[in-house]
């Protein structure tokens, strides 16, 4: 049994005020919000005032490449992103990568930090074939009753220009990856019409998503906003794209930004940013404003790439919020829903969220408001998936 009441506490729910509330969850499910909810039987916990927020979502990261929990590895990548791409490539069957053990050690303080959900993307090359997706699967199931851990095929070498690729896409598809990835159609594969061809029509084929990186600037990044609002309109796959990074739309001019958030809107194609060093973040108000989906991630944790991260999706919320100048509540309050119910959109989670018959996915935090709890990034005094206890006080719980 996954019943649980939650006494004391005080549920978020965006746009509304914060009040005190007991939350009863029956067969992992929310079944009932209100004050002085009574249940026999069922385990009962003190939440002594804490905040309750719904569980985070990382809608992108990259399991299959970190080293988390291991020795530490100096980073060797440089700064440009062909030196990266093959440093990562080149080193990692040195470094025992990809690793089950890595990923699962990651996914473990994910969890314990709050995170319910995971859209991960994988690297599959002809060299690596689909270790990466195995390596991951495997340490998905190791905390099957913790989060829950979605994928994308990606390539991150090329797509085109790495022969062998496309078919090796198909086959991740075809064996249950979730969504297939592309990587800057024009500046990194230099036929942008040709690796979109590629991407949406093996989306189509197999009902799968899509999850572009696009690190390209100025002109060019917004050109290509353009040509996959269009695919997506053409083919009808609105709701299942997504343009991750996205730095170009951090640092076109106002206009430019209304003009093509509105338009994302308008065909349900989704941005999600990382905060990443010091490049573009997706304006926050800008998006929201216009009514298009943002979703926020990780990105790189601990790996060949970048020696920083915790996998704190709580902590990344903060990053964005700082990096896109939000001060007053209700824009911090903005991020939060970006890296909650805007992630939850994202990976088509359906049953997500503080109402009654949503999955019971939660934590509790001690805070003020949802903006200090951004702000302040506290320790997460109890983690909920599913209606189990997973973690307390920062800590993993044991099966």
């Known amino acids: 049994m996954n019943d649980l009441l939650l006494t004391g506490g005080r549920p978020w729910a965006p746009g509304n005020p914060v009040l005190p509330a007991d939350i009863l969850v029956r067969d992992g499910r929310i079944a009932a919000i209100g004050p002085d909810l009574r249940a026999e039987g069922v385990e009962s916990v003190d939440l002594a005032g804490a905040l309750v927020l719904p569980g985070l979502v990382d809608a992108h990261c990259h399991l299959d490449k970190t080293m988390y929990g291991g020795p530490w590895v100096p980073n060797t990548g440089g700064r440009t992103l062909a030196g990266r791409i093959a440093n990562g490539e080149g080193r990692r069957d040195e470094l025992g990568l990809p690793s089950a053990d890595y990923?699962?050690?990651?996914?473990?303080?994910?969890?314990?930090?709050?995170?319910?959900?995971?859209?991960?993307?994988?690297?599959?090359?002809?060299?690596?074939?689909?270790?990466?997706?195995?390596?991951?699967?495997?340490?998905?199931?190791?905390?099957?009753?913790?989060?829950?851990?979605?994928?994308?095929?990606?390539?991150?070498?090329?797509?085109?220009?790495?022969?062998?690729?496309?078919?090796?896409?198909?086959?991740?598809?075809?064996?249950?990856?979730?969504?297939?990835?592309?990587?800057?159609?024009?500046?990194?594969?230099?036929?942008?019409?040709?690796?979109?061809?590629?991407?949406?029509?093996?989306a189509e084929k197999y009902g799968a998503g899509i999850d572009i990186h696009l690190h390209d600037r100025g002109a060019l990044g917004a050109w290509q906003y353009e040509l996959i609002v269009a695919r997506t309109k053409a083919t009808g796959l609105a709701g299942r794209v997504t343009i991750s990074h996205a730095y170009a739309m951090g640092e076109l001019p106002a206009d430019d930004q209304r003009r093509i958030a509105e338009s994302l809107a308008e065909?349900?194609?989704?941005?999600?940013?990382?905060?990443?060093?010091?490049?573009?973040?997706?304006?926050?108000?800008?998006?929201?404003?216009?009514?298009?989906?943002?979703?926020?991630?990780?990105?790189?944790?601990?790996?060949?790439?970048?020696?920083?991260?915790?996998g704190d999706m709580l902590r990344r919320i903060m990053q964005v919020a700082f990096r896109d100048r939000l001060v007053a509540d209700p824009e911090i309050e903005l991020a939060l829903i970006a890296g909650t119910y805007g992630g939850a959109a994202v990976l088509g989670v359906s049953d997500y969220g503080l109402a009654v018959g949503s999955a019971a996915d939660l934590f509790a935090v001690q805070a003020e408001t949802p903006a200090s709890a951004v702000v302040s990034v506290p320790a997460r005094a109890l983690v909920v998936k599913r209606g189990h206890v997973v973690a307390r006080d920062g800590r993993l719980l044991a099966d």
């Not at 699962?104 to 930090?113: F, P």
């Not at 991150?156 to 090796?168: C, E, N, S």
């Not at 108000?285 to 216009?290: D, H, L």
């Open 103 to 202: 990923a699962s050690n990651l996914l473990a303080a994910m969890v314990s930090g709050g995170t319910a959900h995971v859209r991960s993307h994988i690297d599959i090359d002809p060299e690596v074939g689909l270790r990466g997706v195995e390596a991951v699967r495997a340490a998905a199931a190791r905390h099957a009753d913790r989060v829950d851990v979605q994928l994308v095929a990606f390539p991150q070498g090329g797509l085109l220009t790495r022969p062998g690729t496309a078919k090796l896409l198909e086959a991740a598809l075809a064996e249950g990856v979730e969504n297939i990835g592309g990587l800057d159609p024009a500046g990194y594969d230099g036929d942008p019409a040709g690796q979109l061809d590629l991407l949406f029509g093996l």
């Open 267 to 310: 065909a349900g194609v989704s941005m999600v940013t990382c905060a990443v060093g010091d490049a573009p973040v997706v304006p926050v108000r800008v998006m929201e404003a216009a009514g298009a989906r943002l979703a926020l991630g990780n990105d790189g944790i601990r790996d060949l790439w970048t020696p920083y991260g915790d």
